[in-house]
Structure formats: C-alpha cells, structure tokens
C-alpha cells in the first residue's frame, strides 16, 4: 500500500477492550470501521456470565489505571456511572498461613458489571456479533473477509486490524507476511480455568478477596464485594501453568479438582451451585512489550493486551496506539 492513500475503511476482528478502543478512535476522525465478533456481545475477557444465581464476573476481576490517558478515561467512565473504584478487603494465602494483603493499588471495577465499560465502548459502532473470521485475503489493494458462518462479506477494507489474542491471529495470518509471524511466534499465552461457586452454606468470610499462591487456585473473590453487586456467588481462577497443563480437561475433571483445594482452603462446599468456564486464551503474550504492530504497506495491524503487557489498560492502551498509526498513515 502506498503510505499516501488514504484509509477510509477498516475492519476490525475482535471486540475486546483493545478493539474497541481503536475502533472509538478511528471513528472519532470518520474513517468507517467494520467489526466482527465471535462472540454474542463485546468486552472480551472483561465479561460477565449470568447463572440462576445472579450475574457474576467471570473473566478479568479488576482493573487498574497508570498511564496519564487511561486514566483520563477511567474518569470518564466513573462520571458515566459504568466503573467504581473497588477497596476490597484482601488476603494472601501462602505456605497454609493466611496475610493480610499490603498492596494500596487502586483499583476500578466496572459497574454494574465488568462488561460495562466495553459495552459503553461499543455503543453505537457497527458490530457483528456470531461472526467468527475464518480466511483473510489481499486483491487489488484491498482486503476481503470470509467468516464460518453462512453469510457472505461483501465489503472490502482498506486495512485490517486483528485485535484478538496471539494463537487466533497466528492462524488467520500464516499465510500473508512473514514479519506478523515473526511478531506472534514468541508469545506465550496461557489458559484459566473459571469456576463460579454459590456456596450456600458458606459462613461469611473475613475478606473479600484473596491472591492464592503455590497453588491450583490463584484468586478467590467474593462478587457482592463489588459496587452495584449482590449475592454469594465466589469467583474463583486456577492459576495459569495449572490451567495450560489441564487445558484439555472435561469441566467435571476440572471442577473437581478446583472444589479439592477449595476446600483445603477451608471453604464449605456442600450443597455448592457451580459452573465452569475455560478462557483458552486469558494470559501471557511477548516477553517484552512492542505495544502494537503495524504495516502500512499491506494495510495490517494488530493490537491487544499480549502485545502491551497484558491488564485491561495495556489492551485500551494498545488500541489506541494502532489507531493513532492508522490515522497517521491517512495522513
């Protein structure tokens, strides 16, 4: 692509936090920009699941905010009345001895639920939803989609921008350039297991939520500690070589073994409602940090919390930076 040909038109895959936030961008200098979801709603891993017992946040559990311009942002969306400053009561648990926790980080949790921000985020951008992009493929300067499902995608696009995690990029570009597979090759992402626990017979526990370490479960947190929430529903996340050793496991292996170390932390499970999900993707990504890729000359990028050091920050604030290289190159 000539770097003096103006991008009008650019499609996004991937509706997370990362996609979002350089989708705003870009829409914001009115280039027009198509995104295409696998999923049924945005957010990414900043999600929320509805059980029978109460929605509860499944994915990221809070987020916290360094950077001069995301915290411009967060701001933005405490004034909107969709994040709160979350000051739980935690603990650490480690060797069998429970701590309090000393860390005096901020942080921020989206309200009513965590999905909010990315919703706000999405609000009034052209999403497709249940769109899962299967085949990328460049003719005469442009770029043509192809998706599993059984519609056709009749738009071309300008450039493209990949705003979802390393391994699904990786199978979407190994044909186009090699420097995008050299980019992708050395990350590494890990899987979480997500167990979602009412636990009815659970007295009230003296804090809100605990970092776990040296064992199968890293993070424990009660959901109606956070602002705008109810019930008694807990969160609880397998930590990260655990999950990617058992990736494979069936939900009922998984849970079972989760349910196990509650336990020995000394929860009652009995009588526990539960359910289970499985990020495939949820952590990890380049050792060292390039915060986004692009190549004008091909009209491609690619954004995303694993190319910026992960956290829901590095994804806004990866977006962002793409979308500024976009503009730039319309320049």
């Known amino acids: 692509m000539n770097s003096s040909r ?3 038109k650019v499609a996004m895959i991937g509706a997370g936090i990362a996609g979002l936030s350089c ?5 914001s200098s009115s280039i027009s920009v198509d995104i295409f979801e696998k999923s049924r709603g945005p957010s990414g891993r900043m999600s929320t699941r509805r059980t029978q017992n109460g929605s509860v946040d499944h994915g990221a559990q809070y987020f916290t905010a360094r950077d001069d311009r995301f915290i411009q942002e967060v701001q933005k969306w405490i004034q909107a009345d969709i994040a709160a400053v979350w000051k739980p009561k935690l603990k650490v648990y480690e060797a069998g001895v429970w701590r309090d926790s000393q860390s005096q980080e901020i942080r921020y949790v989206g309200t009513p639920n965590m999905s909010s921000p990315g919703k706000h985020l999405a ?3 052209s999403i497709q939803h249940e769109t899962t992009i299967s085949q990328l493929e460049r003719k005469d300067g442009k770029w043509h989609l192809r998706c599993n499902e059984n519609r056709e995608i009749t738009a071309s696009y300008d450039f493209i921008v990949l705003a979802i995690p390393a391994p699904q990029a ?4 190994k044909d186009v350039d090699a420097r995008v597979f050299d980019t992708i090759s050395p990350a590494q992402m890990s899987a979480c297991w997500t167990m979602m626990a009412n636990l009815p017979n659970q007295i009230a526990a003296d ?5 776990i370490n040296q064992e199968i479960i890293s993070w424990i947190c009660q959901n109606g500690s956070k602002t705008m929430r109810q019930g008694n529903i807990w969160t609880v996340h397998a930590n990260p070589a655990w999950s990617q050793d058992h990736v494979e496991l069936s939900k009922e ?4 073994q989760l349910v196990k170390c509650l336990k020995s932390l000394g929860f009652n499970c009995q009588g526990a409602e539960i359910s289970m999900h499985r990020w495939r993707y949820a952590s990890g990504g380049l050792k060292n940090s390039i915060g986004f890729l692009a190549l004008p000359d091909i009209g491609l990028g690619l954004c995303g919390d694993w190319l910026n050091g ?3 920050e590095g994804a806004w604030l990866s977006g962002l930076e793409m979308a500024l ?3 730039q190159i319309k320049r």
């Open 207 to 211: 804090f809100d939520a605990a970092f």
């Open 253 to 256: 292996d998984a849970q079972a």
């Open 325 to 327: 290289a976009v503009k």
């Open 23 to 27: 989708a705003r961008e870009l829409v």
């Open 6 to 8: 103006e991008i009008m």
């Open 123 to 125: 609000k009034d951008l």
């Open 170 to 173: 990786s199978a979407l570009t």
């Open 310 to 312: 992960g956290r829901v």
